[in-house]
């Protein structure tokens, strides 16, 4: 957990900055079904609950990274 303040807050704040296009992706210890779409609605591009596998997030990190296209959610 993020110390004073929510990751979904923190993303809202990311998200109204103009300037800022990198593709987020939210780790969190929150497994909530509502948690996930608001945070999918925000424009991240996954979002992975603790515990998860580190080669799913690996397998995300290199896919963004080699991306020249708007990101895609890795199931």
Do not use: W
Not at 29 to 36: C, M, N, S, T
Not at 45 to 71: A, C, N
């Amino acid at each position: 957990m993020l110390p004073g303040r929510s990751g979904l807050l923190l993303l809202e704040a990311i998200r109204e900055r103009t300037d800022f296009s990198a593709p987020i992706v939210m780790l969190t210890g929150i497994d909530a079904e509502r948690h996930r779409n608001y945070a999918l609605t925000l424009g991240a591009v996954d979002y992975i609950t603790k515990p998860y596998p580190m080669g799913q997030l690996l397998k995300l990190v290199e896919k963004l990274l080699d991306s020249h296209e708007e990101p895609t959610r890795c199931d």
